[in-house]
């Protein structure tokens, strides 16, 4: 519906907003380790559908929203209707008229867009086959909050081509940094997903170790996402070079961090030395999570505070 601030991609906000957003969850963020409440969406309610398994999305959107003094109502595919093929659009326009929000994760991001375009109330992006939009919004507060401004740095992809390498590479023309990206051929972002093209904010590199050269921050995430199961296999012989290890790290910035989104697999796509060592900060980036979202259910429904 028309008017509707939906968050469906990362590139559905401006770059003057991001920094609003970042400087908001910072605000919430202390408060929330002060204790002080914060009930600015009081008699608010959440629906959270999932289509696909979820830890921190889950516990993050659902103990946001009652920190905010709302309410949520938890839905899979399994325990509703969308399981039993009552379309989309028939959905959206009922579970609209009884909440005030709502988060999808699923599998094609046409699904979440049809459901937006038939909601009453915002629809935020949970995660899609195609993009991860509140992971990345968490990540480059966690970089900021450990580093400064991404502006102007260099964050090294290894791994997938997948939906958080889109959303890397949406965030980067946006708020202007790089993206190094390293795949298996085979596994190449799909430029007509992401709309961005190469340029200075999106770099190829056949070699792993050449995109974590002098990179700022190295990420890299499972090298078989939910819904692709089937190539397990495959998937594990071409993705053997694409282990983030020490060597990938000594070879990026002195201060370099490393981000995975989590769950994460040691020994596959990253080392436990690497992971577990002094460079990493995915256990802030996985408490980030709250925090930024708790700041953007609040700009979907109440505008700038
Ligand atoms: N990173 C992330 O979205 O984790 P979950 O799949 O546990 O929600
Ligand atoms: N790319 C992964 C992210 C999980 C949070 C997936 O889609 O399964």
């Known amino acids: 519906m028309a008017g509707i601030q939906h968050y469906l991609q990362f590139n559905d906000l401006s770059a003057d907003t991001y920094a609003y957003l970042f400087e908001r969850a910072a605000l919430i963020k202390k408060r929330f380790k002060g204790y002080e409440k914060h009930h600015t969406l009081a008699d608010r309610t959440l629906a959270l559908i999932f289509e696909k398994a979820s830890t921190r999305t889950r516990v993050s959107f659902e103990a946001g929203m009652y920190q905010l003094g709302g309410s949520v109502v938890h ?28 988060m999808i994760r699923t599998y094609e991001q046409t699904k979440i867009e049809a459901f937006a ?33 991404i502006k102007g740095k260099v964050v090294a992809w290894v791994g997938d081509g997948n939906n958080m390498a889109n959303t890397w590479l949406q965030a980067a023309e946006l708020l202007d940094f790089s993206v190094h990206v390293s795949t298996p051929r085979g596994y190449e972002v799909d430029q007509s997903v992401t709309g961005v093209r190469r340029s200075e904010h999106y770099k190829v590199f056949k070699d792993p170790m050449d995109a974590c050269r002098g990179a700022d921050l190295v990420t890299t995430d499972v090298w078989t996402s939910m819904g692709y ?16 290890d020490a060597d990938m790290m000594r070879v990026a910035a002195p201060d370099a ?44 429904l109440l505008g700038r505070l």
């Open 229 to 244: 199961e089937a190539e397990n296999e495959a998937r594990r012989k071409a993705f053997a070079d694409w282990c983030v």
């Open 75 to 102: 839905l899979t595919t399994g325990d509703s209707q969308l399981g039993r093929a009552e379309p989309i659009e028939d959905s959206a326009k009922v579970i609209s008229r009884m909440v005030d929000l709502v």
């Open 257 to 300: 961090l490393f981000m995975h989104c989590l769950p994460a697999h040691r020994g596959e796509e990253v080392e436990a030395d690497v992971i577990d060592g002094p460079q990493s900060v995915v256990w802030d980036e996985a408490e980030n999570r709250m925090h930024a979202q708790k700041a953007l259910m609040e700009y979907l």
């Open 117 to 149: 375009a038939h909601s009453r109330v915002p629809v935020i992006n949970g995660l899609t086959n195609e993009f991860h939009p509140c992971q990345i919004l968490a990540d480059i507060f966690t970089y900021q909050e450990h580093r400064s401004s």
